[in-house]
């Protein structure tokens, strides 16, 4: 299903029994924030989007502007946004993308056209007009403060954007980029973009640079959630984020022209800053900001963005999210991202069979893989691949299981990292790029890297005992138990 716009979305979202409306004054000063991360660590029943209808100012007046948070907090709604009930099937379809099959004969070619119409049918599509653009704001009339942007955390050195599609081009090439960099409002006109040295906008932030050119920006907030999603999406910088969209919505996504940039941005978005980044321009600070890490990112120099116009919709909904220590809405956006990809991983080393990235090791710190193991160091040469495969080369630690190993149930995972593994024979450190908002490592964005093999020992790889079976009953049993689970058990 596509959503025409946030609307539609949240109007399922309703129907679902999946939306709470917050209609008491609240402030987007901390109150908002921890109101929602209170929500997004209750139980599945409990834990909900959340539509805040009357978010208020320092002085008590209402912006008349509703926030919503945690509309993509739950495994349920991401799957409703995304329009898939098993996530790896748009993972299989980027794949036809990124690896197309040569057809060998004519019958292979016409087999291959139905796949052509929908990457066709996906391309992005400029329109005339656009709901984004009902009102129009240029020049003195542009003021960051009349949404309700939130402050996260007590220590946050100010108000963050912290779910926008950032929308730049790339200097030399003209490719789009759709990027989500949270933005630190500065004020009235200005924020700062936090653009880390793995990210797509900072190669095109540092090539324009080098070629003496401002670069021009637009930040896109709401719409399809489709869009949103893809702007976290870690894609490989030739292909267009809204292109993907497109291929996940079955249907292209319309854009619509700026009027200060020369960029296309969602027509059907709620509100859309456009603007520059002057790479000439002294960096400005940015931070402190509490992170999905659980812990205050320090102080940094990051790029001032400048914002020549803000358009938006009538009645515009500013849409957030919250970080902060795990479990918050970043979680099932990851969860999304591993289902997606893990096509992609499966067709460079069809021996892993799934792979895990816990929301406690907020995505980098921890990647739980299962292979089928068919030589000695095998578990090696898989850790290997990952550890130079996209963003997955921040990984610090990876522990690789055998094939029957539940990599999503921690206790397996515990019990059988415990059980197999001897630190002195199955542990190696390594050395690599680290992401930058680790706080662990001596120096940002490099430190070190732990590679365990927690699969069965061979001979061949030095070990010398009989390795122990794993407890068991024979199937027979198992079956007859279950049946009498199901009359004396109740579920």
């Known amino acids: 299903m596509a959503f025409k716009d946030l609307r539609e979305f949240i109007h399922i979202l309703e129907k679902n029994g999946e939306l709470l409306r917050i209609k008491e004054p609240i402030s987007p000063i901390l109150e908002i924030s921890y109101f929602t991360d209170r929500v997004s660590k209750l139980g599945e029943e409990k834990n909900k989007a959340l539509l805040f209808e009357n978010p208020v100012k320092e002085d008590g007046t209402p ?11 739950s495994e349920k709604r991401i799957k409703l946004a995304l329009g898939y009930k098993n996530l790896e099937d748009i993972g299989w379809k980027l794949y036809r993308i990124l ?51 939130l402050k996260t955390w007590e220590k946050d050195a100010g108000r963050f954007i912290t779910l926008p599609q950032v929308i730049t081009k790339d200097p030399e090439t003209g490719i789009r980029n759709v990027g989500m960099y949270r933005m630190q409002v500065l004020d009235e006109k200005t ?53 993907f969209a497109g291929l996940i919505r079955e249907k292209p996504v319309e854009l619509v022209k700026g009027i200060t940039v020369d960029l296309e941005y969602p027509a059907n978005a709620e509100i859309v800053l456009e603007g520059y980044i002057d790479p000439n321009e002294p960096l400005v600070t940015e931070g402190p900001f509490g992170d999905h890490t659980g812990f205050y990112t320090p102080p940094a120099k990051y790029p001032k963005f400048h914002v020549t116009a803000i358009v938006h919709r009538a009645f515009p909904i500013y849409q957030a999210t919250v970080v902060g ?82 990599v999503h149930d921690l206790s397996e995972v515990l019990w059988i990292w415990g059980n197999n593994v001897d630190p002195l024979r199955d542990v190696l450190i390594l050395k690599g790029p680290i992401d930058v908002l680790d706080h662990a490592t001596n120096e940002e964005g490099f430190g070190g890297k732990m590679v365990i093999d927690a699969t069965k020992k061979w001979k061949e790889e030095g070990y010398t005992r009989t390795w122990p079976e794993v407890v068991d009953v024979p199937k027979e049993v198992k079956q007859k138990v279950a049946q009498l689970l199901e009359k004396y058990i109740k579920k």
């Open 99 to 149: 690896k197309p099959e040569i057809p060998h004969t004519f019958l292979e070619k016409l087999k291959k056209l139905p796949e052509l119409k929908k990457l066709n049918d996906a391309i992005p599509k400029v329109v005339k007009r656009g709901t984004v653009q009902e009102v129009v704001k240029i020049g003195k009339e542009v003021n960051l403060y009349e949404f309700p942007i």
């Open 63 to 73: 912006y008349g502007i509703p926030v919503l948070t945690n509309a993509l907090g």
């Open 325 to 406: 220590k795990p479990p918050q809405e970043d979680k099932w956006i990851g969860y999304a991202t591993e289902r997606i990809f893990l096509p992609l991983i499966k067709f460079n080393l069809p021996e892993v069979v799934d792979i895990h990235l816990p929301a406690e090791g907020v995505f980098h710190n921890f990647a739980f893989v299962s292979i089928k193991k068919r030589y000695p160091g095998h578990a090696y040469k898989v850790a290997y691949a990952l550890l130079g495969m996209g963003l997955l080369s921040l990984t610090k630690h990876v522990v690789i299981f055998d094939e029957w190993v539940n």
């Open 191 to 243: 924020t700062a973009m936090h653009w880390q040295i793995h990210k797509d906008g900072n190669h095109h932030y540092w090539k324009a640079k080098r070629l003496g050119k401002r670069l021009e920006v637009a930040v896109a907030i709401g719409g399809d959630p489709v869009l949103t999603y893809v702007a976290s999406a870690p894609l490989p910088p030739e292909v267009d984020e809204y292109l």
